[in-house]
């Protein structure tokens, strides 16, 4: 179970890493293109959720937050106890990036975006690293899903024929 703490670790100290950094290099509001105007460095404050939903909810992520890290240690455990494979290491993403930015909301009352990608005349919500791992963190368990969906019909199929 430990590798997948320190994975949580390792993600927590690179998204405050790079928080530091923006915090020190880049004025609020600044934007510095890395990529033409498709990819961009912009150093943006956000008081809500994802995407900047439920703004000034501060003590309500905080919350919800400690219960749904809570939720991701037992079931980190709970899925190493089974040998699951690509969960835990989802779960570590997941339970990383959840702690960079519940860090961020408890001590500044906000977290730090700065990746940001725009696709013609739409610009995708800035984000962070703990946002990113988030999201790989739930495209490993859509994966694994899909993945223990498909293993469940050809176990399934084969028994069907063995009794046939």
């Not at 105007?37 to 919350?63: C, P, Q, S």
């Not at 946002?131 to 963190?137: L, Y």
Request: hydrophobic share 55%; charged share 15%; net charge neutral.
């Amino acid at each position: 179970m430990l590798p997948y703490y320190v994975l949580a670790a390792i993600v927590i100290a690179i998204d405050q890493f790079t928080k530091y950094l923006v915090n020190q290099k880049i004025a609020l509001g600044a934007e510095y293109p890395i990529l033409w105007d498709f990819f961009l460095l912009t150093h943006y404050r956000n008081t809500g959720a994802a995407f900047g939903i439920l703004k000034e909810m501060r003590w309500f992520f905080l919350v919800i937050t400690a219960v749904v890290v809570l939720a991701i240690a037992w079931y980190l455990t709970k899925a190493v106890r089974e040998r699951r494979k690509l969960i835990p290491t989802a779960l570590g993403l997941l339970l990383g990036g959840a702690l960079g930015n519940f860090y961020d909301r408890a001590v500044h009352g906000e977290v730090v975006d700065f990746l940001q990608f725009n696709f013609g005349s739409y610009t995708f919500p800035i984000f962070n690293l703990a946002d990113t791992a988030i999201c790989i963190g739930v495209g490993l368990i859509l994966l694994d899903s899909i993945l223990q969906w498909r293993e469940e019909k050809r176990s399934a199929a084969a028994h069907d024929e063995s009794a046939a």
